[in-house]
């Protein structure tokens, strides 16, 4: 008999939808609600109708970590995300960059790019462990801090694919990695901000979403320019600067003999930039596939649209995004790593390292 009540007292009987009655070990005060039962922040997905925490304190949302709710999933896979990453950083610093030969510019590269990936991580554990808090005000707090993990994980994989891609041209690499880490700090201090959820906000979150999204376009068609389009121009200037009647045959020489080192540069740069391309942009293809699939969960809630109450506890949209995220991230750093070692291989094409041809 007082193993019984020692027993009814560590326990009770929770309401698991379909599941009907299953006792199930819980810290006291943690009760599981269905979609009618929880405060009207938390209803954001209807199709998912059972297994909501709500009305905790800060430490009972600690202590239902280990309690089987719609969010389960969602936090472990995002913990072990982060455990991921952190690993990965260990290997890198101690196996990966020493291997490539790598210098202090790799090492700070990587440093920051795995950073950026853990918070974000970090950041989507807190929410989803912390959105059952009773206070309103401190579930939005960690909505807008997982926003924040959102855009400095993605801005996190601008780092290494800028850095990599203008490689060989030092000024615009600086130009676009001071963008990308002004970019961070701004973002990340807007969407912690407290008013970052309201309605006054709602444009400006508009703005800040579409400006991480969009950014990777513009260095993206800036390289290809700079790599592509830019011989045509570099032959005009060269006319036009020795275009004189006086100097004409000089001038003509001296074309001829820069048009044929040019030519060579062109081509040494032709060839770098298309084994660039197509070691690199079938990478960056199946990341933004990657991408497209997870946000397309994100939005639809499916597949539990189709299947209302029956994907509470695994296989959820949400569930699903988590995974793709988690994944796109390592993909990205793979390869990362994968053109580190090619541009460390291969040396920099001489027409970025002639200034008379640039001129």
């Not at 952190?86 to 101690?94: H, Q, R």
């Not at 960059?97 to 590269?109: C, F, H, K, Q, T």
């Not at 209302?308 to 790593?337: D, E, I, K, M, R």
């Amino acid at each position: 008999m007082p193993q019984k009540l020692k027993l009814h007292r560590s326990s009770h009987y929770i309401e698991l939808g379909s599941y009907q009655y299953w006792p199930v070990l819980v810290p006291r005060g943690i009760r599981l609600y269905t979609f009618e039962q929880i405060p009207l922040f938390l209803k954001e997905n209807p199709y998912i109708t059972d297994g909501y925490r709500a009305h905790l304190t800060s430490k009972l949302c600690l202590k239902s970590i280990f309690v089987l709710s719609n969010e389960t999933v969602n936090i472990w896979t995002h913990l072990l995300g982060f455990l991921l990453f952190f690993l990965l950083g260990v290997n890198d610093m101690s196996t990966v960059l020493p291997a490539s030969g790598a210098n202090r510019e790799d090492y700070v590269i990587y440093c920051i790019g795995l950073f950026c990936f853990q918070v974000c991580m970090l950041c989507s554990v807190g929410y989803h462990l912390f959105s059952c808090h009773r206070s309103e005000k401190t579930c939005h707090r960690w909505l807008a801090l997982d926003y924040a993990g959102i855009s400095v994980g993605i801005l996190g994989c601008y780092i290494p694919g800028v850095f990599y891609a203008f490689y060989c041209n030092i000024f615009w690499r600086q130009v676009y990695l001071v963008i990308v880490l002004a970019l961070i700090l701004a973002i990340f201090s807007a969407q912690i901000h407290p008013h970052y959820l309201s309605k006054e906000w709602q444009h400006l979150r508009t703005v800040i979403f579409c400006s991480v999204a969009g950014y990777g376009v513009i260095p993206a068609v800036h390289w290809v320019w700079l790599n592509g389009g830019f011989s045509s121009a570099v032959v005009q200037v060269k006319l036009q600067n020795c275009y004189t009647i006086i100097t004409k045959m000089k001038c003509i020489q001296r074309f001829i003999n820069a048009n044929i080192t040019m030519q060579e540069n062109i081509l040494h740069r032709s060839e770098v930039f298309l084994t660039v391309l197509q070691l690199f942009l079938p990478r960056v293809i199946v990341m933004y596939l990657i991408a497209g699939a997870a946000f397309l969960f994100y939005i639809s809630k499916i597949p539990e649209r189709c299947f209302p109450g029956q994907l509470n506890y695994l296989g959820a949209s949400h569930q699903v995004w988590h995974v793709l995220v988690v994944f796109l991230l390592y993909w990205w750093h793979q390869t990362a790593v994968y053109i580190m070692k090619f541009r460390h291989s291969q040396p920099c094409p001489p027409f970025y390292t002639q200034p008379g041809l640039i001129d």
